[in-house]
């Protein structure tokens, strides 16, 4: 047992003095190099500038890779976490008797959970809707979200929240719903493309030279004109309930097998 | 050298060496829980580094154009996108990385209700206490 752990921390070390030099080496990155990648200098002068033929109309780079240049790989990713949840219902599912009855909460701890929980998810979603024009998206505020219904298990019981609607079924239809709509946005361009006679394809943002059916990206309301970048409003939203009730769920169900017992 | 260039290299050795303690850790220890512990501090690390990979020394602002608005937002002109250009970091690990994040949850809830199952049916988390009998047909 004292050599094989001997030989692992060997070999790890080594690897770890052998990745420094290769990053060093090879010129994966270097602190004196100033200027960046050429791809990221294509996407950084490219993204928000009018006259180019992949602009996206949102000046974050981030969301606008993720969702609109590489958006149906993220559509994937999406799924690989519902995959994710359905495994994790599937093999918890009936009965268990590891249970043990949790001590209640003190009156500070409950208190402080009901006055932070509404700020957290506030926050979340001032993160996700505003997801193409600062820092932050549909990942970002659900990740967020997600402390929210942590809090209120850990100080109140996941029961506090089956009496907010949060159950296992809503929020599994929830999340369900969401995916079909980021599919459905996804599809939009391609299907009014067939009927209208235009070019579409899927997850695409906004027009270009070649393929006319895309979004709009501005609105221009009563009382001024508002930036939603075509679809990378709606993907934001539909993702950040997506992910928000997919983890909120996975939570419930990690916490069912301690709460099963107390009732 | 500078102390800009240590500080980078000390960085960097750091970043690495947290993930070698991750990586050993999830070889040597045989409880299920902290095997899970040291892969998300070895997944983490794998993230910094990512991320480390797309700093430049006279990057000074995220990769966002400054003062998105949602209403009545100008474009930038080309010399505004020049200079943010120079000035921002590499936004393309910090893309890859909003992937890495979810996936990993995605791996961890499966794993932690595994080795719940694991826990019910064999008693033990301990993977040097699981006896391996021969399967009954």
């Not at chain 1, 070999?11 to 010129?27: A, D, E, P, Q």
């Not at chain 1, 850990?154 to 089956?162: Q, R, T, V």
């Not at chain 2, 590499?90 to 992937?99: H, K």
Request: with cysteine; hydrophobic share 50%; charged share 15%.
């Amino acid at each position: 047992m004292r050599n094989r752990l001997g030989l692992t921390a060997f070999i790890t070390s080594s690897l770890v003095v052998l990745m420094t030099l290769v990053i060093v080496k090879s010129g994966l990155t270097n602190p004196l190099i100033a200027e960046n990648t050429q791809l990221a200098m294509k996407f950084l002068t490219n993204i928000p500038n009018l006259n180019s033929s992949i602009f996206s109309a949102s000046p974050e780079i981030v969301t606008s890779v993720l969702w609109d240049h590489r958006g149906i790989d993220t559509f994937y990713e999406t799924t690989v976490l519902f995959l994710a949840i359905v495994g994790a219902l599937y093999v918890l599912e009936g009965k268990h008797d590891l249970a043990r009855a949790r001590e209640e909460s003190t009156i500070i701890t409950r208190v402080v959970a009901k006055l932070v929980t509404p700020l957290i998810v506030v926050v979340a979603a001032s993160v996700a809707i505003h997801g193409h024009l600062t820092p932050g998206g549909g990942f970002q505020g659900g990740a967020i979200f997600v402390v929210g219904p942590l809090i209120m298990i850990l100080a109140l019981g996941s029961s506090k929240l089956a009496e907010l609607g949060l159950s296992k079924e809503s929020l599994l239809s929830v999340r369900s719903l969401a995916l079909l709509g980021v599919a459905l946005v996804g599809i939009t361009s391609v299907l009014a493309g067939m009927l209208g006679g235009y070019t579409g394809y899927i997850f695409m943002n906004l027009p270009k030279t070649h393929a006319e059916a895309g979004f709009p990206y501005l609105i221009h309301l009563p009382w001024g004109t508002l930036l939603f970048s075509g679809t990378l409003i709606f993907l934001n939203i539909l993702e950040f309930v997506a992910v928000s009730a997919g983890f909120t769920l996975s939570l419930i169900i990690l916490d069912s097998v301690v709460e099963r017992e107390e009732k | 050298m500078s102390i800009e260039e240590f500080l980078w290299y000390y960085i960097l050795f750091m970043v690495l060496g947290t993930a070698a303690v991750g990586l050993c850790g999830m070889v040597c220890r045989p409880h299920m829980i902290k095997k899970l512990i040291m892969l998300t501090i070895y997944s983490d690390a794998i993230e910094m580094l990512a991320v480390l990979l797309g700093y430049r020394i006279l990057a000074t602002q995220p990769p966002v154009f400054f003062g998105g608005v949602l209403e009545g937002f100008t474009f930038p002109t080309e010399a505004e996108l020049r200079d943010f250009a120079s000035s921002a970091v590499d936004p393309i690990p910090q893309v890859l990385i909003v992937t890495a994040i979810v996936i990993g949850l995605a791996v961890m809830l499966f794993l932690a209700t595994i080795s719940i199952k694991a826990a019910e049916l064999f008693g033990t988390q301990n993977l040097s206490k699981l006896e391996v009998g021969e399967l009954d047909e």
